[in-house]
């Protein structure tokens, strides 16, 4: 299994440094082809390739005229399966944040929950390897108040770290009435104000934790972001008397999340390359926003 792992991840790694001169050579055939299309003369530093691009032009349809990225790579099979998920918290978890991720098993579908113990991570991702997970997530505390939530998906990454912020569990509620029964159904996801790069980027490692529902699920999980902070938010929805008697109930739990790093890797790989990380001149930038609009 170890050398599997090795030999995929040199294969990935292979691809992901081809991408360089697969880029270059589609920038050449786009300019051939605007200048075809608009009728203009071919642009001098192509005109000895003019020949070979131009067949290759010919060849492609529209699959292969976009170029693949090491993007395309990590989440392709996930059409194919249901994610499963592994659930683990830092070492000595205290009450609180044990609370939180039992709560947390319940809103990711096909989610397992595993004391950490003394295990290191390295250990986790091998195992989670080993056993067809798809992503590990990772909760972490600082005196008893859960602050950080590691996204890991398997087997190559990307890796999201955020930052926690005004959780609220279910078992903090205490208008128990008000709140609605948990549900193992499905989930309809809601994704609002991801609108960058970045936030499509953020928004498909968050949808790729759940599975495709069914169509009569009235289960609603929303990610809301604004000003880069991306509320948490789970309802169940009831018709009692037809559809405007619309009666909306949150279920728990709440929480913010606020992502600050995104790596091409596992979380056990401190080589890997970062793809984004916040700095700290950009909390300065109050008119720019990063995940939305």
């Not at 759940?210 to 169509?215: E, G, S, W």
């Not at 596992?266 to 720019?288: G, L």
Request: charged share 30%; glycine share 6%.
């Amino acid at each position: 299994m170890l050398r599997r792992n090795i030999r995929l991840r040199r294969e990935y790694l292979y691809r992901k440094n081809l991408e360089g001169k697969e880029r270059l050579l589609y920038e050449k055939k786009r300019k051939i082809k605007q200048a075809l299309e608009e009728g203009k003369p071919i642009p001098t530093e192509l005109s000895y390739e003019l020949a070979t691009l131009q067949k290759e032009i010919d060849l492609e349809d529209e699959n292969t005229a976009v170029p693949r990225t090491h993007i395309d790579d990590e989440y392709a099979n996930a059409a194919e399966m249901d994610p499963k998920i592994l659930l683990t918290t830092s070492r000595n978890p205290s009450a609180p944040l044990t609370q939180f991720v039992k709560e947390l098993k319940f809103v990711f579908p096909n989610a397992q929950r595993i004391n950490r113990g003394g295990q290191v991570i390295s250990e986790i991702i091998q195992y989670c390897r080993s056993n067809d997970f798809t992503d590990v997530i990772l909760v972490h505390e600082h005196r008893g108040v859960p602050d950080g939530l590691i996204i890991s998906h398997l087997p190559f990454g990307p890796t999201a770290y955020f930052g926690l912020l005004n959780v609220v569990t279910r078992h903090d509620i205490k208008d128990k009435k008000s709140i609605g029964t948990m549900p193992e159904a499905y989930p309809h996801l809601i994704l609002n104000n991801f609108s960058t790069k970045l936030g499509e980027r953020t928004g498909n490692i968050l949808k790729h934790l759940f599975p495709v529902p069914k169509p009569d699920t009235k289960r609603i999980i929303t990610f809301a972001n604004q000003s880069d902070y991306i509320s948490f938010r789970h309802h169940i929805y009831e018709k009692r008397a037809g559809p405007k008697s619309l009666e909306l109930k949150e279920i728990g739990p709440r929480f913010e999340l606020r992502l600050y790093q995104i790596k091409l890797g596992t979380m056990d790989q401190s080589e890997a390359q970062t793809e984004w990380v916040i700095r700290p001149y950009m909390n300065t930038t109050k008119k720019r926003k990063f995940i939305g609009d």
